[in-house]
């Protein structure tokens, strides 16, 4: 079989795949990106970014730098997924794609991206644990735009009500040690999602990865002493019941009530915290035995998807090369709220606005949810581990049983 034919078969069936998730088709408005020279198509997946803004005015700037007219649309992630995976189908490809890290194992595995060898973009400057969230199989399909990742918010006055030193909060006892103090002032200890989505899996992997625990064991002691931790949270009235139900977004808003001393949640709720009517501060996520826990890494991946004429890489090399420069990446990432790839500029981003320190430092201690070589079969093992997750809060199992079970299926896909 030949590369092309096992392309369009990968690709195809990842369309089938997906076809649950929607039954959108790519637009037939997009032009023909086989074309020598011309417009540079590039898909991204901030729709909230209009023509006139900082974002677009740098894509047009980076295509006058290398000579091309940049035509840019913007997408619903989920859509983008979709849209990226027919349109490699087809054969009209953006030159230029921009993509949630999770989704590059799968776009990477259905042959529609050209890895960073082919296509000669320099990824020496990154920093190693966010690009392994676009590396699948030994390869890398593309260079890392940023990072967001989870920390705790507290609120300063209910700690010094409860006689609590945030900085005293560092291993999961000192934590529990904190709730249990603003709990005995007549106030509620922590709040988190734990949904029944990937949006609960993002917000437990801290707690799982800080035990020591690996999602190809999710049954292990370590595993199980994570989930413990959460239910005996609620078992003890340190965290509400509504977690179970709560999006990181319904968490927020429990947080910004003024009646919770903590909440798990990422860097884009930064601006929301400044207008919180409380003083407010951030902690990096504990682990288990103390220092920072292992969260998981948001953020977007630069990819350069393959293209009928591969004279056009070079175009896209240069564009993506701009996209990602340090002086570039600086002014992206303080748009998107961000955390940089580089370190040079994480340390530029930490003094220019000491509030991110300790987001700098979640991201450097961070991870890929596909890395450690899981690829596509993290999506196979994250519903197994949120619906664990559920029967255990919701008192259905014990947090062994739960994640035997969640183990045993997760090992059946």
């Not at 790519?26 to 023509?51: I, N, T």
């Not at 005293?168 to 529990?176: E, I, Q, Y």
């Not at 300790?358 to 949810?369: D, F, L, M, P, T």
Request: with cysteine; proline share 5%.
């Amino acid at each position: 079989m030949t590369r092309l034919h096992r392309r369009r078969r990968l690709v195809a069936v990842a369309v089938i795949a997906l076809a649950a998730v929607t039954a959108s088709a790519c637009s037939s408005s997009a032009k023909d990106s086989g074309d020598d020279g011309g417009a540079y198509l590039v898909w991204d997946p901030y729709p909230q970014f209009a023509d006139d803004s900082d974002w677009v005015a740098l894509l047009k700037k980076c295509g006058t730098s290398a000579g091309v007219t940049v035509e840019r649309t913007g997408y619903d992630t989920t859509d983008l997924t979709n849209k990226a995976l027919l349109a490699a189908q087809q054969g009209n490809s953006p030159d230029v794609l921009i993509v949630d890290n999770p989704v590059i194992s799968t776009l990477a595995e259905a042959g529609a991206l050209t890895t960073t060898e082919e296509n000669k973009l320099d990824t020496s400057s990154m920093a190693p644990n966010l690009l392994g969230a676009g590396q699948s199989g030994g390869k890398t399909y593309g260079v890392p735009i940023g990072a967001n990742t989870l920390a705790l918010y507290y609120n300063k006055d209910l700690l010094t009500a409860a006689g609590v030193d945030p900085a005293s909060v560092t291993d999961w006892t000192s934590l529990t040690t904190a709730l249990t103090k603003v709990k005995a002032k007549g106030k509620k200890g922590i709040t988190f999602s734990a949904i029944g989505t990937e949006e609960g899996s993002f917000q437990f992997l801290p707690w799982f990865w800080g035990s020591g625990a690996q999602l190809t064991s999710l049954d292990s002691p370590q595993a199980v002493a994570a989930l413990t931790l959460w239910t005996d949270w609620l078992k003890q009235g340190l965290a509400p019941n509504s977690v179970i139900n709560n999006t990181q977004t319904t968490s927020w808003q429990e947080f910004a009530s003024g009646d919770f001393a903590f909440a798990e949640n990422g860097t884009w709720q930064l601006a929301n915290a400044e207008k919180l009517g409380f003083s407010y501060g951030t902690i990096a996520i504990p682990a288990s035995a103390g220092g920072p826990a292992p969260a998981p890494t948001g953020g977007e991946f630069v990819s350069i998807p393959v293209q009928k004429k591969t004279g056009r890489y070079a175009t896209s090399q240069q564009l993506v090369t701009c996209l990602t420069s340090a002086d570039n990446l600086l002014t992206t990432d303080t748009t998107l709220s961000y955390v940089a790839p580089v370190a040079a500029v994480q340390d530029r981003q930490a003094a220019e606005n000491p509030k991110l320190k300790v987001w700098v430092e979640a991201v450097r201690a961070a991870k890929g949810r596909t890395g450690d070589n899981l690829g596509t079969k993290y999506p196979k093992i994250s519903e197994p581990l949120w619906t664990a997750m559920q029967a255990a809060l919701s008192g259905g199992k014990s947090p062994q049983e739960a994640l035997t079970a969640a183990q045993a299926t997760a090992a059946s896909k």
